[in-house]
C-alpha cells in the first residue's frame, strides 16, 4: 500500500475568517443605496462596502495621497499585522518608516479589491437580498470594477488627486486602469511586474486553478457556505500551482534542489519526500486559511477579462492620449507570468503617447514574486521615482 | 585656456558647468530651453541633467540595464531599449530635438538610425567621435593596427563600435539622405571647438569629434 497524506484542513476555523468578510478590523466605507457600484457586466451592486488602512496623515493641501493597489492575493493589510494569521503586513519592504513609501511623509491608503474576501463586498459576504452568503449569485467583477469603487472610496476620503498609485501584478494593473480612467487624478503611477491585458498562457494557468477548486467536492457548486464546509484541498492546489508561476526555476533550485524532506532515502510513496513539495504543500495549506475559495475564482476571472487596448479600438497608445501622469514601469528578467516584454509594449503605447514614462528591467532570478521580496535595486529606483515625483509636486518632507 | 571658456552656457556658473563633459555643453547650448528633448544612447543620464537644468523636458533611451536604473534612481524619465530596433516606436513628430551623442558608431544601421531621428525629432544633434583624425590615421598609418583613443579605448574585438566614420563621410551621408546641417563643429581632442571658417578637410583631420545640429531637408 502506497502511503498518502493529503493537504490537512486549516488551522484557523472558517469562523474567524468569515468574521473578517462582513466585519472587518480595518476601516470600512459603506456605500448605500444612493451610491451604487456600476459594474461592467450591468448590474448596480447596491449597498456595498470597501475595507480599507491608511496610514500617515493627509496633508493640508492634500497632495499626498498614495494609493496602493494589492495583488491576487492580497488585501488592505500592507504594513500591519495580518488579522487572520498574525503575519507582518505583505509590502513591508516598500511601506513604512525609512521605506521608500514612508507613512512620515505619505498619507498612504490600501483598500481590499471588490471581489475580495477581506471586508470589500464579495462573493464570501453576505447577500441583503437573501440574508445568505453571495456565493456564486455574486455579479462577475472586472478590474475596471475594483478601480471604479477605489475611486468612489477615494472621493469619500476627499481627495481628488492621488499623488501615486502604486502596484504590482494584478495591483500594477489597477494602476494602469487607474491612469486610463482617471488620468487627472493620478499624478505619478508606478506599475511593476504587470501587463495592460492578461496573456493567453496566464488565463490558461487561471482555469487550471478554478477546475482544481471547482472540483472538490466540498465546493457544492459554490454553495459551500450552506454546507458549513469550505473546499480548502481544491483552493489549495490552486495556489499551489498558482505559487510555481510566481517563482522561477532558478529560485526553486536555489531555494531546495532536489533535496529530501527530514530523510535521506525516498520513502517510495505519494509522500511530500522532497522538500520542494512540503514548500509547496505549505503553502497551499496556509493560503486556505485566509482565503475564500469563490474569492478566488471571481479575482481571477477579473485578471483574465483584463485588456485596456481591448477597450480602446485595440489601439493601445489611445488609452493613454495627452496623459500627464509621470509613469515608472518596472519588470523582473525571471518574471515569466508577467514578462519583460510585456512592460516594454505598455511603454512604448507611453511613448506613443507623448507620457513621461521611465522603465527600468531588474536583474533577480526570484520571479515574478521579486516586487513581493527585498530587492534593493528595484527599492531604489521606487524610492528615487517617488522622490523626483514628490520634488516635481513640491511636496515637502516632514524630515526635511 | 579651459573649456568653460570656449563654451559659455547661459544660466549656467562657471563652477557648475565643469561638473560637464565639454561636448555635452556644446550640444545642451543648441537645444533651445523649454523644448522637448530625446536622447538616444543616454548613458547614465549627465546630458540630460545637464538639459533639466535648462528646463528642457527631457527623455531618455539607453541599451545597458545599469544605465537605465542609474537614470531612473536620478528621477529621469528613461527606458531601456535600442535604437536600431525601438526608434521605429516613437510617433512622427514626438520631440522638438532627438540627440545622439557619441552613439552612431555603436548602431547597426546608423542610415536608418538618422533617418529616424529627423521623423521623431524635428531636429536632431549627432556626435561622434572622427575616424579622420590624425591620431586615428597615424595609429593605422604608422603602428598599422586599429586605433585606440582616451574615448575609445576597446580593442576592436570587444568593442560596442562597429561602424566608425570620419567627419567626411558623415556630411556625405547627410547630403545622400537629403538631411540639411543647420549648425556643425569639431571638437579637438581637448573637446574644445576648432575655429569656425576652417576647409572641410582640416575638420577632418584636426576633429577628435564631429556635433551636428541637423534639419529635415527639402521635401522630407
Known amino acids: 500500500m502506497v502511503g498518502v497524506k493529503s493537504i490537512p484542513s486549516p488551522a484557523i476555523s472558517a469562523d474567524d475568517r468569515s468574521h473578517e468578510v462582513d466585519h472587518p478590523s480595518s476601516q470600512v466605507a459603506q456605500f448605500g443605496a444612493d451610491q451604487p457600484l456600476r459594474l461592467d457586466c450591468g448590474v448596480d451592486l447596491t449597498p456595498f462596502q470597501i475595507a480599507y488602512q491608511t496610514y500617515g496623515e493627509l496633508n493640508a493641501d492634500r497632495s499626498n495621497a498614495v494609493l496602493i493597489c494589492h495583488a491576487l492575493t492580497g488585501d488592505q493589510h500592507v504594513a500591519n499585522l495580518h488579522p487572520v494569521t498574525g503575519k507582518p503586513g505583505w509590502w513591508e519592504t516598500l511601506v513604512g518608516p525609512g521605506r521608500p513609501l514612508d507613512p512620515n511623509r505619505y498619507f498612504i491608503i490600501c483598500s481590499n479589491v471588490i471581489g475580495g474576501c477581506m471586508g470589500s463586498t464579495g462573493p464570501a459576504s453576505i447577500n ?26 477615494i472621493d469619500r476620503l476627499g481627495i481628488d488627486t492621488l499623488f501615486a498609485v502604486v502596484g504590482g501584478s494584478m495591483g500594477g494593473m489597477q494602476v494602469l486602469q487607474w491612469t486610463a480612467a482617471y488620468p487627472r487624478r493620478v499624478y505619478s503611477a508606478l506599475a511593476i511586474a504587470c501587463a495592460t491585458r492578461h496573456s493567453a498562457q496566464n488565463i490558461a494557468f487561471h482555469e487550471l486553478g478554478r477546475q482544481a477548486v471547482m472540483a472538490d467536492p466540498d465546493w457544492h457548486n459554490g454553495s459551500y457556505a450552506d454546507h458549513g464546509i469550505h473546499p480548502h484541498r481544491g483552493l489549495a492546489v490552486a495556489r499551489m500551482a498558482a505559487h510555481i508561476t510566481y517563482l522561477s526555476d ?138 523626483s515625483a514628490g520634488k516635481a509636486r513640491g511636496l515637502t518632507s516632514k524630515e526635511g | 585656456m579651459s573649456v568653460q571658456e570656449v563654451l559659455p552656457l547661459d544660466g549656467l556658473a562657471k563652477e557648475q558647468s565643469g561638473q560637464f563633459r565639454a561636448d555635452h555643453l556644446l550640444v545642451a547650448g543648441m537645444v533651445k530651453p523649454g523644448s522637448k528633448v530625446l536622447d538616444v544612447g543616454c548613458g547614465e543620464g549627465d546630458l540630460l541633467q545637464l538639459l533639466e537644468t535648462r528646463g528642457i523636458d527631457g527623455r531618455g533611451i539607453e541599451l545597458s540595464r545599469e544605465g537605465v536604473n542609474r537614470c531612473v534612481a536620478k528621477g529621469l524619465a528613461v527606458v531601456q ?19 545622439l551623442s557619441q552613439t552612431l558608431q555603436a548602431t547597426r544601421q546608423p542610415k536608418v538610425v538618422l533617418e529616424n531621428l529627423l521623423r521623431i525629432g524635428r531636429r536632431a544633434i549627432v556626435s561622434f567621435p572622427n575616424f579622420g583624425f590624425w591620431r586615428m590615421r597615424l595609429q593605422l598609418l604608422v603602428g598599422g593596427h586599429m586605433p585606440r583613443t582616451e574615448n575609445l579605448p576597446a580593442s576592436w574585438y570587444d568593442t560596442a563600435n562597429i561602424h566608425f566614420c570620419t567627419i567626411k563621410d558623415f556630411v556625405e551621408l547627410c547630403d545622400a539622405i537629403g538631411v540639411k546641417m543647420e549648425r556643425a563643429e569639431a571638437l579637438d581632442l581637448y573637446g574644445r571647438p576648432l575655429r569656425l571658417r576652417m576647409p572641410w578637410w582640416v575638420w577632418n583631420l584636426f576633429g577628435e569629434q564631429g556635433v551636428f545640429l541637423l534639419t529635415r531637408g527639402q521635401g522630407k
Open chain 2, 81 to 99: 531599449g535600442d535604437a536600431d530596433t525601438d526608434l521605429v516606436n516613437y510617433p512622427d513628430d514626438a520631440f522638438d530635438y532627438v540627440i
Open chain 1, 250 to 387: 532558478a529560485a526553486l533550485h536555489r531555494k531546495f534542489g532536489r533535496r529530501m524532506q527530514d530523510r535521506e532515502l525516498p520513502t517510495f510513496s505519494f509522500d511530500a519526500d522532497f522538500q520542494v513539495e512540503s514548500y509547496l504543500r505549505y503553502q497551499g495549506s496556509s493560503f486556505v486559511e485566509r482565503f475564500d475559495a469563490n474569492s478566488y475564482l471571481y479575482l481571477t476571472r477579473a485578471m483574465d477579462y483584463f485588456d485596456i487596448a481591448g477597450d480602446h479600438g485595440g489601439v493601445l497608445a489611445k488609452a493613454f492620449a495627452g496623459i500627464e501622469t509621470r509613469f515608472c514601469v518596472v519588470s523582473f528578467t525571471s518574471d515569466w507570468l508577467f514578462p519583460t516584454s510585456e512592460s516594454r509594449a505598455l511603454v512604448h503605447a507611453l511613448n506613443a503617447s507623448s507620457a513621461r514614462v521611465s522603465f527600468a528591467e531588474i536583474e533577480t532570478d526570484r520571479g515574478h514574486d521579486a516586487f513581493l521580496l527585498d530587492v534593493p535595486e528595484f527599492l531604489d529606483i521606487s524610492r528615487a521615482f517617488l522622490q
Open chain 1, 128 to 153: 441583503p437580498g437573501t440574508g445568505k452568503v453571495w456565493g456564486l449569485d455574486f455579479p462577475v467583477i472586472t478590474i475596471p470594477d475594483m478601480v471604479r469603487a477605489q475611486a468612489m472610496l
